[in-house]
């Protein structure tokens, strides 16, 4: 062999172990690499590179949903939640086929044959998209993958983790979440957790606010606008892009189409529809019974009372709310039951199913008589009164002090404090008070935008009238109907359970009642001349009002009643004890601290609208006082019952069924021919119906309560300040402000018969009793008795 051959055989020889050593290179470089990955991931895995959550978050990965609160005849009232989450529970047999089908068409085709990562998919989006710049090329991502980023994505600082560790993150999440859930499970999951906007968080929300629906009731293309959304919510918002969300939703059609979940008819029929919503936004001052769904808010994360939290003024308010603890079950529900995991629980966030008694029906019917009333005749007659006087909507009486009545009301303005926080001297606050600003402010044909000060726009809404309106289940306590004002948005004080005014003649018969039970009789007389009695402190108290024609003829007690006869009270009065009749007001249910004096027979006692309407029910239930019942059970996230009879109606024997007979006669003697006659005459009732007007000095208050065998209810009409009010008392009296609301209320319900009302419902009778019976009983005498227990507490 020459020197020329050996040396082209070297060459070979050399070329091909350099062959073999990049081949071996190349080898090792592959192995180091895939060893690389595999500790990589490893190290993601457990934690050491990136966040990675651990097994319980993985077990566990939404934590959070917002409590339902449903009305007794099945209507979602409202949810409890953290701000911008308002996500509700929706298991996967809730859901509609076409959701899960859109779904998987359009985001994962391959979803039922990978384990969380689709590699064909993957390889895909990076040749097409990464290499060649497509922008059609498709993405990677699986619904696992999708579902790891919106569960475990947190922002990051770090540049490097954000650039080459979110994607492998997610890729090692996606496989975990296989390993511990079903397909089923995931796809549940990824549509509980997406946020389509307007405070619709998850799937079930979504289907509410954009179609007023539940997820199960979901149409094709419903279905398909809500999955189509999930590409980017913002961009394919269906509200403000129409056009644009159409074009995304036939997308999903279509990918339905090419995976064989429609038809070509289907989607040909489809794609042409205009895109519909039934667009509901989430907002709890929106929506039925607000006032209703705010006090059981408060009601049930009340903490338990620490005297030391209340102020020297506020002792009495400590020792409702002590008693409350103590004796409700519904006052600090959350704060009193534990979970299984030994926490209590959250309104907010554990998902809770609170079942409430109120009919949504009768609510939208109580709402929309106090709407009415109010907004068609009482407030432009109120407003025609006030026209063109310097101190509206004030009374003559503080003319001069309106400036102060103002700035008093500014004072506990939220501006005023946020202001005072930020360390204003008051000059600056009152500066910033008297400078205009734009805004909205309430009227009866819709919220207006306007430019106002703010000082101008508390005395502009101080001129509207408020009220309040609760209807019960005579028998059992439930609450039907709950109004607690004229629009939660505006005006957030709640006067049925918050709020407490004056009662004027409704609490005249708890003072009857008293009477009856003392041996008396509708039938007996007395002499009408005026009356005058004598205070502990020697003081004499005459009562005003008496009809002059009638001095010197004997009246009866019904009478007295039947039209609200001051004299006729005072008579009664002075039989009786001021201690007795404050003993008789506490077995009513009326709480708070009671001044045992003479006056308080005409009504001076504050008192809510929930306290007289439940004291009314032991009239037409025999005597028996039912309790307010607002919620009949509780569930968790998953339909378990975890509070009932803690629940359960309460009921409290106030009088005997002999006074029941004689009261029940008097009351509606009021209806039938005394002062409520006009609940017959202008809106048609004819049910057996008692009732009682009442109006406090100066017209600063109208009630009405009303009560047929089935239902009790009251209401209160005035103004936020008791001295804004009409100065005719034809026009400020209960009968003008409150009863109207009552009798809308009334011809409403009994024109539904879906409800159950009739007007043929008639009052239990008592056997042997007679309205003329007079029963064995002592009169009562004027000596102090030893203070009851809730007296003890307020001293």
């Not at 993985?58 to 949810?79: M, W």
């Not at 990076?126 to 980023?149: C, W």
Request: hydrophobic letters at 35%; proline letters at 4%; a positive charge.
């Amino acid at each position: 062999m020459d020197e020329k051959e050996k040396t082209t055989k070297n060459k070979k020889t050399k070329k091909k172990r350099n062959a073999k050593r990049i081949v071996k290179a190349l080898w090792v470089l592959f192995a180091c690499f895939i060893g690389a990955l595999i500790v990589i991931f490893s190290l993601i895995s457990a934690g050491a590179i990136g966040y990675m959550p651990d097994v319980e978050e993985l077990e566990n990965p939404i934590d959070k949903y917002a409590s339902q609160v449903y009305s007794s005849d099945g209507v979602l009232l409202g949810t409890y939640s953290l701000a911008k989450n308002n996500r509700i529970y929706s298991s996967y047999e809730d859901l509609s086929p076409y959701l899960v089908q859109a779904l998987i068409a359009t985001e994962d085709a391959r979803y039922y044959s990978h384990s969380g990562i689709d590699a064909y998919a993957l390889l895909r989006a990076v040749v097409k998209r990464g290499i060649l710049m497509q922008e059609s090329g498709g993405g990677g991502s699986t619904i696992p993958q999708q579902l790891a980023k919106l569960l475990y994505s947190p922002p990051s600082e770090n540049w490097v983790e954000r650039v080459f560790l979110r994607k492998p993150i997610e890729w090692v999440i996606a496989v975990k979440l296989e390993r511990y859930y079903t397909k089923e499970e995931i796809v549940n999951l990824y549509l509980n957790q997406f946020d389509f906007l307007y405070n619709a968080v998850g799937i079930q929300s979504a289907a509410q606010v954009y179609f007023n629906k539940a997820p199960k009731d979901l149409n094709i293309e419903e279905a398909a606008t809500l999955i189509g959304m999930c590409k980017n919510p913002s961009y394919f918002n269906p509200r403000r892009y129409p056009d644009r969300t159409k074009g995304r939703r036939n997308v999903v059609l279509e990918q339905m189409y090419k995976n064989d979940y429609l038809t070509e008819q289907q989607y040909d029929s489809l794609k042409q529809k205009d895109l519909t919503l039934d667009f509901k936004r989430v907002d709890h001052k929106d929506g039925l019974a607000p006032y209703f769904r705010e006090y059981l808010r408060m009601a049930m994360t009340a903490k338990k009372p620490d005297k030391a939290n209340y102020a020297s003024w506020q002792m009495e308010q400590y020792a409702l709310d002590s008693i409350n603890w103590i004796t409700n079950p519904l006052y600090g529900w959350c704060n009193k039951n534990k979970k299984p995991d030994g926490s209590f629980y959250n309104l907010s966030t554990d998902g809770l199913k609170l079942y409430t008694t109120i009919d949504s029906r009768m609510q939208q019917y109580a709402e929309e008589a106090m709407a009415e009333h109010l907004s068609k005749e009482l407030q432009p007659d109120f407003d025609k009164e006030k026209k063109g006087r310097a101190y509206a909507p004030f009374s003559y009486s503080v003319a001069k002090e309106v400036d102060t009545l103002i700035y008093r009301a500014m004072k506990v303005t939220d501006r005023y404090r946020g202001l005072k926080k930020e360390g204003m001297s008051e000059k600056e606050i009152y500066q910033i008070f008297k400078k205009p600003v734009d805004m909205k402010v309430f009227s009866w044909k819709g919220e207006v935008d306007t430019t106002m000060t703010p000082w101008d726009s508390i005395r502009y809404h101080k001129g509207f009238l408020r009220s309040g309106f609760m209807a019960m289940d005579t028998r059992n306590g439930n609450v039907k109907a709950y109004v607690g004002g004229i629009d939660f948005k505006f005006f957030q004080y709640d006067m049925v359970n918050m709020g407490r005014r004056q009662v004027g003649s409704t609490i005249k018969p708890y003072l009857y009642t008293l009477s009856m039970e003392s041996g008396m009789t509708p039938c007996d007389q007395m002499l009408y001349v005026p009356q005058t009695l004598v205070t502990e402190s020697g003081r004499e108290w005459t009562p005003r009002g008496g009809r002059a024609s009638k001095f010197g003829e004997m009246v009866t007690i019904k009478w007295g009643l039947q039209n609200s006869d001051n004299l006729v009270t005072a008579y009664l009065m002075g039989r009786t004890s001021p201690y007795a009749f404050a003993r008789m007001l506490h077995s009513f249910g009326i709480t708070g601290k009671i001044d045992p004096v003479v006056s308080m027979a005409l009504g001076t006692h504050d008192v809510s609208v929930a306290e007289m309407v439940a004291a009314y029910t032991s009239f037409a239930n025999k005597g028996i006082r039912a309790n307010p019942v607002y919620v009949t059970h509780i569930e968790d996230t998953y339909g378990n019952i975890i509070a009932d009879v803690a629940f359960s109606p309460r009921m409290d024997e106030v009088f005997s069924e002999g006074t029941y007979v004689k009261m029940l006669d008097m009351l509606r003697g009021v209806i039938d021919g005394g002062t409520g006659g006009r609940i017959r005459r202008n809106y048609g009732i004819t049910v057996p119906m008692g009732g009682k007007t009442g109006t406090t000095q100066n017209n600063s208050d109208g009630w009405f309560m009303g009560f047929t065998p089935r239902l009790s209810t009251g209401c209160w009409v005035g103004g936020e300040d008791r001295s804004i009010h009409f100065d005719r008392t034809s026009d400020g009296q209960g009968a003008s402000m409150a009863l109207p609301v009552v009798g809308l209320f009334f011809k409403k319900v009994f024109a539904d018969k879906s409800l159950g009302y009739s007007q043929t419902d008639k009052f239990a009778s008592i056997p042997g009793y007679g309205v003329c019976d007079r029963e064995g009983g002592d009169e009562l005498v004027p000596d102090a008795p030893p203070p009851t227990q809730i007296d003890d507490m307020f001293k």
